[in-house]
């Protein structure tokens, strides 16, 4: 049973007592970005340009969906504003960069906590290649270099200065990675919206040939058979996932315990807004059997884009769809290594990635280590066939429904001496999550039975596995191996016990602690039954 904070010596951190809401000095620069930064990096870590571009069509091309694509969007949209509660709750009690890794880890152990760490890790790799990819393939397109566009050197090339750019971007500083992003992401919605927009319009004001007014059935995920809308929520899940990036820059944050959480939710709503009109304009304009066709599925905003917007316009899409990439690929690296600092300062990885830049205040280690092994990873991806590129993209699936549906659980976990207390925290602190969680794990495990079998991944198999699975399914399978073999390194970390927030969290107001308490750098947020000097040391629990 976790111990009253208040009932502890000063100073002291006892292992399994709850967190303490405040900022624990990690090397990161507090206080560097506002609310409207969070929900930005939030939304823009989905990449809507090009997950649309990239996954609509597949969507619709999905048996028994065709005009219901948009359907499947507002279905997937579900779970996610589930799990956006969970993090908005669970961040409140512990502003921790590690997000999940950390909440996990007090909620359930080390030793889920560890594997939620790498189930994060696992994903990013895995679409790193991918964004990379897209966004060279793209700068190519834009300039008319059409070699490049289909010859591997040029692309690999590419993609490598892309990762290289954005790390290096990473590791200046969290406020030129914000001013990026909002200069990147205004410009990738504004060109959404017109595209949308003028496509609707110009199907209700001049009919084209083969278009279709929009019908309330298209939104409809009832329509469909439970089958059917279940398979196409796996991709449906891909073009969300990402919304988490900007809880992981809380320590960044002004508002560290309730401005990101609060951002995770509004960043979901923006999102599915994004999805349904767009989705709902391009097929339209076309009809969904354009945008499935095997020629158009693979990049459905460039194939609708000359129709639409003309052959000027149509660059600037092409903008929109590149800088979507490369801006999802800058806030895929900006989590990935808090989270990797955050496991290191937990003492449960090695502590090098721990190191901060004594200037930039970022965790430059982590951030460049990831880079390099982006790279490396991507590569050989890239270089084997544009299909294993879509399947490694497919298996990051497996991993996010565990480390999603594990915070859903988790949230409702910690705060299971609250949950009956009110109403509202048994449906939005409780329920809502633990019925994301159930969602995310159900969408999991039929995605780990319908992806093994070859005819759904494009026939390739190997060793009896196919990519799928190989990518997402044993790539937790490693992590589990991973975990193993760190308890025996890191045993004060994987001594820690199980935790629970003390009754009343939620309710109690947060207040700015003097700067002196945690050095001249802080900006630092506690709940008023914080104390005073009873920060841990690193890898120590928080009392």
Same mark, same amino acid.
């Given at each position: ?162 990762i290289l750019l954005m790390t290096w971007i990473c590791h200046r500083g969290i406020e030129l990675s914000a001013r990026v992003q909002r200069l990147l992401l205004s410009f990738e919605v504004v060109m959404l919206v017109i595209f949308a927009a003028v ?21 409809? !995920? ?157 590569? !050989? ?94 790539? &937790? ?5 991973? &975990? ?60």
């Amino acid at each position: 049973m976790a111990t009253d904070s208040a009932a502890l010596p000063l100073g002291k951190a006892v292992a399994g007592d709850p967190a303490s809401s405040g900022v624990v000095d990690k090397g990161l620069k507090k206080g560097a970005i506002g609310y409207i930064s969070n929900i930005v990096i939030g939304v823009a870590s989905t990449a809507p340009a090009y997950s649309l571009a990239a996954t609509l069509g597949f969507i619709a091309a999905d048996q028994g969906v065709g005009v219901h694509a948009p359907a499947v969007l507002l279905a997937s949209f579900i779970p996610m504003v589930l799990i956006a509660l969970a993090y908005r709750y669970l961040n409140k009690a512990d502003p921790d960069a590690g997000t999940t890794f950390a909440w996990t880890t007090r909620a359930f152990g080390p030793a889920m906590g560890w594997l939620n760490g790498w189930a994060i890790f696992l994903a990013d790799v895995l679409v790193m290649a991918s964004l990379a990819d897209i966004a060279a393939t793209y700068t190519f397109k834009l300039v008319e270099w059409h070699w490049a566009e289909t010859h591997k050197g040029a692309v690999l090339v590419g993609a490598a200065l892309w990762i290289l750019l954005m790390t290096w971007i990473c590791h200046r500083g969290i406020e030129l990675s914000a001013r990026v992003q909002r200069l990147l992401l205004s410009f990738e919605v504004v060109m959404l919206v017109i595209f949308a927009a003028v496509a609707l319009i110009t199907v209700y004001t001049g009919n084209p040939a083969h278009s279709v007014e929009p019908h309330a059935s298209w939104f409809n !995920p009832f329509d469909m058979r439970f089958h059917d809308l279940v398979i196409a929520m796996l991709l449906g899940i891909f073009i969300y996932w990402g919304w988490d990036s900007g809880v992981a820059v809380n320590e960044e944050s002004e508002d560290p315990n309730d401005g990101p959480g609060r951002a995770a939710v509004v960043s979901t709503l923006l999102l599915v807004a994004i999805y349904l009109f767009v989705s709902a304009g391009a097929q339209s304009f076309h009809g969904a059997s354009f945008i499935a066709s095997e020629e158009n599925s693979s990049d459905v905003l460039n194939a609708l884009g000359h129709g639409v917007l003309g052959s000027v316009g149509v660059k600037f899409l092409i903008i929109a769809v590149l800088t979507s990439a490369a801006a999802s690929t800058q806030t895929t690296i900006l989590p990935t290594a808090r989270t990797t600092l955050s496991m290191a300062y937990w003492k449960s990885i090695p502590a090098a990635f721990g190191k901060t830049h004594p200037r930039f205040m970022t965790p430059s280690v982590s951030t460049w280590g990831f880079g390099l092994i982006a790279i490396a990873v991507a590569i !050989p991806l890239i270089l084997i066939s544009a299909t294993v590129l879509e399947l490694a993209v497919v298996a990051l699936g497996i991993p996010v429904c565990f480390y999603y549906g594990t915070t859903g659980f988790a949230c409702a976990w910690y705060y299971r001496d609250e949950l009956f207390r009110s109403a509202r925290k048994f449906l939005l602190v409780g329920l809502a999550p633990v019925l994301g969680g159930l969602i995310f794990y159900g969408i999991g495990i039929y995605a780990i039975t319908y992806y093994a079998h070859a005819a759904n991944a494009e026939g390739k198999e190997y060793l009896g596995l196919t990519l799928p699975i190989w990518f997402g399914g044993i790539g &937790m399978v490693l992590g589990f191996v991973l &975990m193993l073999v760190s308890r025996l390194r890191f045993r004060e970390y994987f001594s820690r016990k199980t935790e629970k927030a003390p009754v009343g969290l939620l309710d109690v107001p947060v207040e700015r602690a003097p700067a002196h308490f945690m050095g001249p750098q802080a900006s630092t947020v506690h709940l008023m039954h914080h104390a005073p000097g009873d920060e841990p040391g690193p890898g120590e629990p928080r009392s």
